[in-house]
């Protein structure tokens, strides 16, 4: 009943509200809280008419401090109705203060579902209220809105504020919320440039951050000093390891799409010796303990993105391949099997990719780390390793002295030949054809230990079949 008089005083009371506004905020405040919905209704309905009839200058005095100094979703709720019942002429000299407040941090980053929901209600019915007018403002209004999508673990509501996104982008006059982006991405960047030295894995600043280059797009790669100054400071092996893992899940997704991010620009190759060196080889350092581990999956699953991507060449990586080779080959034994997994699979694409710098040395310093995969737990990993040795294979020039170097060709042929005799039929077939691709390389030893081993095998038909492979080729005479 009360709720019901309330509407009709304001509505009878007109400009006279004015000099009661203070106590009537009160008392709105907290009937927002009532249980029953139909009084929230009738209060905010009379809220509205507290906007047409109250001066802004009056009520912004008495609310806006109100908002800054309470994270209250009741406030914004009463805030939200009066700016609907204000006349857009009359809220235009406000602008200015309403915005500042609502992109204040203390306003804007906050967890609660219900008081960010308030939020973005008030922030859209000031850009509806505002229209052209709040072109002066688009930045507080962007970061507000940024700030509400990064600290929303709701889908929902993330989906509500990229509407909110596009329509501030229409009362701009732009196409897009891309070219919102486009216009304060690098403001927003330059904000977080004091403190993202200091950042943990609870920063909002992280979260900003992460929500601002996950929605930014094409817009990434125009600013990639700023980013990867930053990712680099954060992603240092000193960091909070939750941290870590948080910015390498970002740059994972960041490189998957790099043509659409990191790249738009084509400038993301001048990066990329940083991006491996700095961050990647630098948290696939052993430590003890699970997140430590999911670290170094993570990190070497985004250099696989980066191979993937194609812009990892053989120029940009010499100059760290040997630093970078060290560190694979001793994930070759991480205790995560996913991590040898991806070791393996990246390894592949290095001697790939590497092919003309794999010289003698460095292709005898991780063949024995091979040859102990091909007797992992994991067949998936034992299959990947088979393909790591094609790889490799392809890396031997015609001036490789296999005399010289006939010890080493020993230990290969005999650890590989064990697996001719493989349990699995796929294992099998896959160590055949290494095999084949490892025989011009020395003939006649391999046929050596071909003869040597036959008749230990269960079934010798591989055996039957590298020898005339073998026999076939021209350097195998005796």
Not at 59 to 71: D, E, G, N, R, V
Not at 349 to 362: A, G, H, M, Y
Not at 370 to 379: A, F, G, I, T, V
Not at 413 to 422: E, M, N, P, R, S
Request: proline share 3%; with cysteine; glycine share 4%.
């Amino acid at each position: 009943m009360a709720s019901k008089l309330l509407y009709t005083l304001l509505l009878n009371a007109e400009d006279h509200t004015t000099q009661h506004m203070q106590k009537l905020l009160a008392g709105m405040y907290k009937a927002c809280s009532d249980d029953e919905k139909e009084v929230v209704e009738r209060v905010l309905k009379s809220a509205e008419l507290v906007g047409f009839f109250v001066s802004p200058e009056v009520y912004c005095k008495l609310t806006l401090p109100t908002i800054k100094s309470a994270q209250n979703a009741y406030v914004l709720m009463v805030m939200t109705s009066i700016v609907k019942g204000t006349q857009s002429e009359l809220l235009k000299p406000h602008l200015d203060k309403i915005c500042d407040t609502l992109a204040h941090p203390d306003v804007c980053r906050a967890e609660q579902v219900s008081y960010l929901n308030q939020l973005l209600a008030c922030t859209d019915a000031v850009i509806a209220k505002g229209g052209q007018d709040c072109k002066e403002f688009s930045l507080q209004l962007f970061t507000t809105l940024l700030n509400i999508m990064a600290m929303s673990n709701i889908e929902e509501l993330k989906q509500q504020v990229k509407v909110s996104m596009n329509q501030l982008a229409e009362v701009l006059g732009l196409e897009n919320s891309n070219q919102l982006y486009e216009l304060h991405t690098k403001q927003v960047l330059d904000s977080l440039k004091g403190s993202y030295e200091q950042w943990t894995n609870y920063s909002t600043e992280r979260l900003i951050f992460d929500t601002l280059l996950t929605e930014a797009g094409p817009v990434v790669g125009e600013y990639l000093d700023d980013i990867i100054l930053m990712l680099k400071t954060n992603l240092h092996p000193d960091k909070d390891p939750e941290l870590r893992l948080k910015l390498f899940s970002l740059l994972s997704r960041l490189v998957t799409s790099t043509g659409n991010t990191l790249n738009s620009q084509e400038k993301f190759g001048d990066f990329v010796v940083v991006v491996v060196r700095d961050m990647i080889i630098a948290n696939c350092v052993w430590y003890a303990g699970r997140t430590a581990a999911a670290v170094r999956t993570i990190a070497v699953s985004c250099l696989w993105a980066l191979f993937q991507s194609g812009l990892l060449t053989n120029e940009r990586l010499n100059s760290i391949l040997d630093e970078l080779l060290t560190q694979l080959i001793s994930l070759l034994e991480d205790d995560v099997r996913t991590t040898r997994l991806v070791t393996c699979r990246v390894l592949q694409k290095l001697l790939t990719v590497c092919s003309e710098s794999f010289e003698p040395d460095r292709l005898h310093k991780m063949y024995m780390e091979l040859l102990k995969r091909m007797d992992d737990s994991s067949d998936e990993i034992r299959k990947a390793v088979a393909k790591t040795f094609s790889a490799f294979f392809n890396c031997f020039k015609e001036d490789y002295d296999r005399q010289l170097y006939k010890a080493h060709l020993e230990e290969i042929y005999k650890g590989l030949l064990v697996h001719l005799d493989d349990p699995d039929p796929e294992i099998q077939e896959a160590v055949f054809m290494v095999l084949k691709q490892a025989a011009p390389v020395h003939p006649t030893l391999l046929r050596e230990y071909v003869q040597v081993v036959k008749h230990k095998h269960r079934i010798p038909k591989y055996c039957n079949q590298l020898l005339e492979y073998i026999n076939g080729l021209p350097d195998a005479a005796s």
